[in-house]
């Protein structure tokens, strides 16, 4: 039975709210594929969810290939978990699963993998997949770093969240990113330390100017707490701590600003505070530090300072890693330009063959780590990404791949018998192509059901009417013809074929 459109939950409407800003979210919402819920969410409505489970639909041909079964329950999985529970020997992998998350808009797939060489193996399906699949749904996304040796892809629109630094030849979501640390060619053989007093240089701008250093030659101190434990940051002088780089390296969810009491009880003097000597505390520094010899750091006395420190003669860290904060503006960590700043919304990512806390024996016997590779792809965020790529000024121009219907059949006049028989033709001839339509019978004009026709999209327009009836035929027009045409009854199964490539 075709859809009416009096029975659709979701209807078109003239404009959306203000508040949403960007053009395809309003386009979206107008057309009756999503509303808002709330902190930024949306809810995809009968016509998007059409569109979506055709994707799954799709995909879950590529999956049965790759030999993954699915998995239901959860939202979000704990891989090692399930891996360390099911998987005990080499000959059970690899072993494929995918499940639903994000509102069942989210397709996450894994592999559990014996050897690297396999993992590799399975990571170029993986992406194989992905990538048919936008071809597969015209889309062309870009492609960026994120965390966790992860790779992104994603499309640009200006008003949504994703955040990504960008240059000539580098992209990262914000949560990776990351800029050329150099200044200058260092190569300094580490010198004495010496420690020195600087009377009232409790910042790094003022002890800069006190010893006539550029800041890029000082560590910079900054104290968190976790409620259990004190985190000791260093960072080179000239550059800014992001806290969330912090977070993930310390596998911590919450940070705040150390107390004094809290400072003191490990050592340190704040103003003139360095790893130097003090007890007790998470000590993590900026891969800067760690790269940079000779620099000027606190010496846990108040109004003195060192000269000379350095990793790790005189410190070691319990953490190296990239905590330093990207800015538009700063140089591409590759030299190639600056960093620029761009939104847009992410498709998937996949992330490379990773070890997980979970063991399996192998040929001989022996225990070994499983090799973890996994894909995601965001449904949701596809079909918002081929709307933004299939517009016009009237409305959407879905493709034949992705529409949630293959036509829009406006009934002019549908309670007078003529056309009410028609119509009836109409359905059965599409019954028969097994095409799915949405027909519109309200008691509207005509140019306010075509201009719902345009906003939805839909590639075919079919028009039933009377005058369509008198002359013993039907008006058939692409989303993308200018102009309708006349096509007899006794005719409209050879069209439908034509269209469909039969």
């Known amino acids: 039975m075709p859809m009416r459109y009096a029975q659709l939950f979701s209807k078109t409407k003239r404009d959306a709210p ?41 995909l879950r041909g590529d999956l049965q290939e790759l030999g993954a079964q699915e998995i239901r329950g959860v939202a979000h999985l704990d891989l090692a978990q399930l891996a360390s529970a099911e998987i005990q ?40 997949m992905a990538r048919d699949f936008f071809e597969y749904a015209g889309v062309a996304p870009q492609t960026a770093q994120d965390v966790s040796d992860a790779r992104l892809w994603y499309t640009t629109a200006p008003q949504l969240d994703l955040e990504i630094f960008s240059s000539n030849a580098y992209a990262a979501t914000r949560a990776a990113a990351t ?30 100017r006190f010893l006539n250093v550029p800041t ?8 968190y707490s976790t409620g259990e434990r004190v985190i000791f940051a260093v960072i080179r002088g000239d550059l800014q701590i992001d806290e969330n780089k912090i977070k993930r390296a310390l596998g911590v969810q919450t940070l705040r600003w150390a107390t004094d009491e809290e400072i003191s009880r490990v050592g340190a003097v704040p103003g003139y505070a360095s790893p130097i000597g003090t007890r007790g505390a998470t000590i993590i520094v900026d891969d800067s530090i760690a790269s940079s010899p000779n620099l000027v750091a606190g010496a846990n006395k108040a109004g003195y300072h060192v000269l000379n420190t350095n990793v790790p003669r005189d410190f070691k860290p319990d953490v190296i890693a990239d905590i330093a904060l990207a800015c538009v503006g700063d140089a591409a960590p590759d030299g190639n330009g600056t960093l620029n700043l761009e939104r847009g919304i992410a498709l998937g990512k996949i992330a490379a063959p990773r070890l997980l806390d979970a063991n399996f024996l ?30 016009d000024e009237r409305g959407i121009v879905w ?4 529409a949630p219907y293959d036509a829009y059949i406006v009934a002019l006049n549908a309670d007078r018998p003529e056309v009410s028989h028609a119509l009836e033709q109409v359905s ?19 140019g306010v059901k075509f201009n719902d026709a345009d906003l939805i999209g ?23 013809e200018p102009n309708a045409r006349l096509v007899a009854l006794d005719a409209l199964s050879d069209e439908l074929n034509k269209w469909i490539g039969v």
């Open 216 to 223: 890029s030659r000082t560590a910079k101190a900054i104290f």
């Open 362 to 391: 192998d040929a001989n016997g022996k225990a070994q780590k499983q090799i973890a590779v996994t894909l995601e792809l965001d449904l949701g965020a596809l079909l918002l990404a081929h709307i933004g790529a299939y517009h």
């Open 179 to 208: 800029r050329m640390k150099t200044v200058g060619a260092i190569h300094e053989p580490p010198l004495p330390v010496q420690e020195i007093e600087t009377p009232h240089c409790d910042t790094i701008e003022s002890l800069a």
């Open 428 to 446: 059965d001839v599409f019954a028969i192509a097994g095409l799915e339509a949405l027909v519109d019978e309200r008691n509207e004009s005509a």
């Open 18 to 58: 203000a508040d949403i800003a960007d053009e395809t979210l309003r386009l979206a919402y107008r057309a009756g594929l999503i509303r808002p819920v709330e902190r930024g969410q949306f809810v995809y409505l009968p016509l998007a969810a059409n569109v979506i489970g055709q994707m799954f639909a799709l």
């Open 89 to 128: 020997s080499y000959k059970q992998m690899p072993a494929r699963v995918y499940w639903h998350s994000g509102g069942v808009t989210r397709l996450h797939l894994a592999s559990l993998e014996a050897n690297l060489d396999a993992a590799n193996e399975t990571l170029r399906a993986f992406e194989k």
């Open 458 to 480: 839909l590639p075919l327009r079919i028009t039933v009417g009377p005058k369509t009836v008198a002359q013993g035929g039907v008006e058939l027009k692409t989303r993308t």
């Open 399 to 402: 493709t034949r791949s992705l």
